[in-house]
């Protein structure tokens, strides 16, 4: 009887029959979406190849956006190889795309395990911007804040943060266009430290998107010790920072945190951190009718807010079912916003994009998926969606 040659090994049963080993070997794959170039390099170079490879691979996911190796022409046969057998490149996937009468576009984003994120394309600011999500839901439950309602799901890696964008871009055709990034969309960045900043330097990458750290915003509703940890980074994204109310008594009814990191920390903070030349901290300030709009809060604002090297973004509220507050009226925004003018503040109302569509800031909410509690509680009491 012939030997039937196999890699694995053949064995004879006791009845003396030939049996052939069958073993599936599974090789764990590496996603490569989640390496940053020098993590990829180490990984080539286990697997035998040549280090310099990362940077034709990156160019190739990042800047032409192809992810499948076999169109990676200027790559080895062999490498393309191992590139199929031993990697895999997980990207969202598009499961809905709505487009708002003024230009601006939600995408709902399906990620591996069925998560779903969204993120925003913002036309014409004048730049192109991608609002990207940091995590599944937000843990810090602003009271005005819809994704706060969901309660946090989980963290998202860097490589579904930069996925983000890797998706978006190539979606919209700007792959090769100059855009930027603020981290608003859904979830608290800095309660992501780690994965957010790793995400920053994959885009920062001279051979893949090369997205200079001043084209992007983190906007933050104050986690301290992040924060001082963020002024230490060697890519110092833009910082925004979620003010909101200029006291702690009025701060502490609308951003939960503010009773473990009070106003006046924050601003210490502010005035510490080491902002670029030519460059200014935003104070975002959600505008309430009656809670935080008085001239009297705009009067504390200002004094809160001298000193620091700050441009105020006022946003008045997008309202929603559920949430438990008021847009003020224009005049009243107005209002507010020429007594910080006049106090030498530079003031900005935030005009509000993509409204029709639930794609405006804290309109951000994912249905359908598996819900925390806080989420579960405000849909039951019909606040939601
Ligand atoms: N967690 C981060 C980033 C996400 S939200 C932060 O708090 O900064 C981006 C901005 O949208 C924040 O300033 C947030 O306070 C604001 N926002 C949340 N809900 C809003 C709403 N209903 N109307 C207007 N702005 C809102």
Redesign the pocket.
């Known amino acids: 009887m012939p030997r039937v040659r196999c890699p694995i090994g053949t064995l004879r049963s006791r009845a003396g029959k030939q049996v052939v080993f069958v073993v599936r070997h599974t090789v764990a794959e590496l996603n490569l979406a989640e390496l940053d170039r020098a993590q990829l390099e180490e990984a080539l170079a286990a697997r035998g190849h040549e280090r310099f490879h990362a940077r034709q691979i990156f160019g190739w996911v990042y800047r032409h956006g192809v992810v499948d190796p076999d169109q990676m022409t200027n790559l080895s046969r062999d490498l393309r190889a191992t590139l199929t057998s031993e990697f895999s490149i997980a990207t969202p996937a598009i499961a809905e795309r709505h487009r708002s009468t003024d230009g601006t576009e939600k995408f709902l984003l399906r990620l591996a395990d069925g998560q779903q994120i969204e993120s925003v394309f913002i036309p014409d600011t004048p730049a192109m911007t991608f609002c990207v999500s940091t995590q599944v839901g937000?843990a810090?439950a602003?009271a005005?804040?819809?994704?706060?309602k969901m309660g946090l799901v989980r963290n998202l890696t860097a490589g579904e943060i930069v996925g983000q964008v890797r998706v978006l871009a190539q979606a919209l055709d700007l792959l090769d266009k100059p855009f930027n990034i603020v981290?608003?969309?859904?979830?608290?960045?800095l309660h992501n430290y780690d994965e957010t900043m790793k995400a920053l330097k994959i885009l920062a990458d001279d051979h893949g998107l090369a997205l200079p750290p001043r084209r992007v915003t983190l906007?933050?509703?104050g986690l301290l010790p992040a924060l001082e940890r963020l002024a230490r980074e060697p890519l110092m994204p833009n910082l925004?920072?979620?003010l909101?109310a200029p006291t702690d008594a009025q701060r502490g009814q609308l951003v939960p945190l503010n009773k473990k990191y009070g106003v006046a920390e924050i601003i210490a903070a502010c005035k510490r951190f080491p902002v670029r030349k030519r460059s200014r901290i935003t104070f975002?300030y959600?505008m309430l009718a009656g809670v935080n709009d008085s001239p009297e809060d705009a009067r504390r604002l200002a004094r809160l807010l001298s000193g620091v090297k700050s441009k105020v973004n006022l946003?008045?509220?997008?309202?929603?079912a559920g949430?438990p507050f008021e847009r003020p009226s224009d005049p009243a925004i107005n209002q507010f916003a020429k007594i910080l003018a006049d106090r030498g503040l530079i003031v900005s109302v935030?005009k509000?994009r993509g409204r029709d569509i639930r794609a405006?800031?804290?309109?951000l909410i994912v249905e359908g998926q598996r819900r925390s509690p806080a989420q579960t509680l405000a849909i039951n009491l019909g606040q939601v969606g």
């Not at 005005?144 to 706060?148: E, N």
């Not at 405006?360 to 309109?363: D, K, L, R, S, Y």
Request: glycine share 10%; net charge negative; with cysteine.
């Open positions: 937000c810090m602003c005005f804040c819809l994704t706060g981290l608003m969309g859904m979830g608290e960045p906007s933050t509703v925004a920072v979620s909101h975002e959600v946003i008045p509220l997008n309202a929603a949430i935030r509000s405006a800031c804290g309109q």
